[in-house]
């Protein structure tokens, strides 16, 4: 066994509590290297006769990235807490591991092991329990519908008159989302994303002037609270996206520093690394990226703290929001956002913390920070397999097996996952207009791990390059809309409201094929659903791997039944095909 590939660390993902009284402890190994892996595990405290007292419980493969064995296991220490090591087996080759490293028998000692101290049930990590059930729609306000021409800012165009440009309106608004928020009712939505709507000067309201006021061209605080009370009535939560990385240009404290430099009351809210500040491609104060008109608040200073925090209370007090999504969450310091969740928590416990970060987001969700992370590794993924061709059905599976062993269960199960927004080209417009692609992509976002979101309009068919290509106006003429495409993402909600087993109860895992198929599974001790996905042109048949013979087969998609009349069943896919298939639990076979 190739002992440097043998990799487990005390803690996040490799050992965390699943819920107040269940462990989930993992190890990796190197592909193909190791045959059984055994848990040895016990009460630090028990003893008997000068040994430790300890018992073994085989570990399960939970997956495999092409490099890499992942080994899992649950279990429940009696009195909360459990020392713990390894054994690993190769043909006639066995190892013990132990946090004091490899041996040929278990040591008797319990101080030799891993130590997991005590399962305090105020450290699981606990998303609220609605996310796992949530459909999300992403919104840009100023491009969704515009229902009250009275308040269209200064030169807003007829809607859908002009492609959209990084400074033309065309005064989309709350009354808008008002008016069609039966149509999302009708779609399945239960979550709501908008980007910001607080006062600002663009049009995509990133450069927050007054965090504590609408922007007038949505409309008033009342609107907004009719807005909330009519989504609430039909089941459909509302998150607010925060800006607390950076404000806007003419935010009044840093035109206070522009004006007053070094003898501004507010210097310190900021980061200027001389006077006066200057803008410019490289200004000499900090910003997000390097834009000028996004300077970088200094969320160390108490007073841009308490501010921010006001501001966080504000919006869940006043309005009863239900989630905050963060921008460039990651930019902004680990403290500020402990202090945030303390602060948001204890107002709305069940409140959705939703950070903007691209990368691996561990430090993040330790469930002292975020609820979960905006899941582009997910988005590229999906897209490389089947919009731009770039990787093997294989490769996704590894790819994707890596990300998932990343995290926590328990923090996987509330990714929020997208395959567009307004800062990636239309889905459509990746799928070069083939609305087959479109619809496999879909079929795997609605029935994988996380809470699914959709982008305002990509239901009917919008398309559009990179920003601001993507945020133009939503099409209202059903003639002119995708309706197909509309129903078979409407199907697959219904398909993930009906079908708890999608909406993240039970196990996932994925099953290796040696064809470019997709294959996974969602299982519980009585039931399995399968789903599997072609992102070839080419047609394509799957061997389902369990014994099928007398078993009875629903197909999720069509509701036909049937029972399979040998012991193993071909299924066949046609050119980026799908299939969604549910029986009794293969464990019970």
Known sequence: MEKAAIIHYPSDHYVYPYNEKTLHI????????????????????????????????????????GIHDFWHIFIEPPFRRSRYGFKLKSGEEELILTEKGFYALPPTDSGYYFNFP???????????????????????????????????????????????????????????????????QDLGITGIYFTPVFKAFSNH?????????IDPQFGTKETLKRLVEE??????????????????????????????????????????????????????????????????????????????????????????????????ANEVDHQFWREFRQTVKSIKSDLY??????????????????????????TTNLLNLIAKKTITGTEFTNNMTAEIHRYPANVYEAAFNLVG???????????????????????????FMGSPCLYYGDEIGLSGEM??????????????????????????????????????????????????????????????????????AESTEFTLPYSMKGIKITNLLSNEEFAAEANSLKVKLGGYGFDILSFPSALNQ
């Open 353 to 378: 913390i939703l950070g903007e970060i691209w990368h691996n987001s561990m430090p993040w969700l330790r469930g002292d920070q975020f609820d979960a992370v905006m899941n582009y590794p997910f």
């Open 26 to 65: 993992r190890i990796q190994t190197k592909k193909d290297d190791v045959a059984e892996v055994t848990l040895i595990h016990g009460d630090q405290y028990l003893w008997s006769d000068g040994k430790w007292l300890f018992e073994e419980t085989d570990m399960l493969k939970s997956g495999t990235d």
């Open 118 to 184: 005590y399962l305090h049930a105020e450290e699981v990590f606990e998303a609220p329990s609605w996310v796992k059930e949530t459909v999300w729609y992403q919104i840009f306000p100023e491009r969704f519908a515009n229902g009250n021409p009275d308040n269209d800012p200064e030169g807003a165009l007829p809607w859908g008159s002009a492609p959209p440009s990084p400074t033309n309106f065309f005064g989309g608004d709350f009354e808008g989302v008002i008016e069609h928020l039966d149509y999302l």
């Open 467 to 536: 920003d601001p290509g993507c945020r133009k106006c939503m099409e209202w003429d059903e003639n002119k809309q995708d309706r197909e495409l509309f129903s078979h993402i409407q199907q697959l909600i219904k398909l993930r409201r009906e079908q708890k087993l999608l909406a993240n109860e039970g196990q996932f895992e994925f099953i290796h094929t040696d064809s470019d198929l997709v294959a996974y599974q969602k299982y519980n001790d009585s039931k399995t659903i399968v789903v599997l996905a072609n992102p070839s």
């Open 231 to 328: 989504c609430h009535k039909r089941n459909i939560r509302v998150m607010l996206d925060a800006v607390f990385n950076h404000s806007g240009y003419y935010f009044p404290p840093f035109q206070d520093v522009l004006e007053n430099g070094e003898k501004s009351k507010y210097k310190d809210w900021f980061h200027p690394h001389s006077f006066p500040l200057k803008g410019g491609e490289y200004p000499n104060y900090e910003t997000f990226a390097f834009v000028a008109q996004m300077p970088k608040l200094n969320t160390k200073n108490p007073d841009v703290k308490e501010y921010l925090l006001k501001v966080a209370k504000y919006w869940i007090e006043e309005f009863n929001i239900d989630g905050w999504r963060l921008d460039v």
């Open 205 to 213: 309201k990133y450069d927050t002037i007054d965090y504590l006021e």
């Open 421 to 447: 927004s307004h800062d990636t080209p239309r889905i459509l417009t990746e799928c070069e207009g083939n609305k087959d692609r479109v619809k496999l992509i879909y079929t795997i976002l609605f029935t």
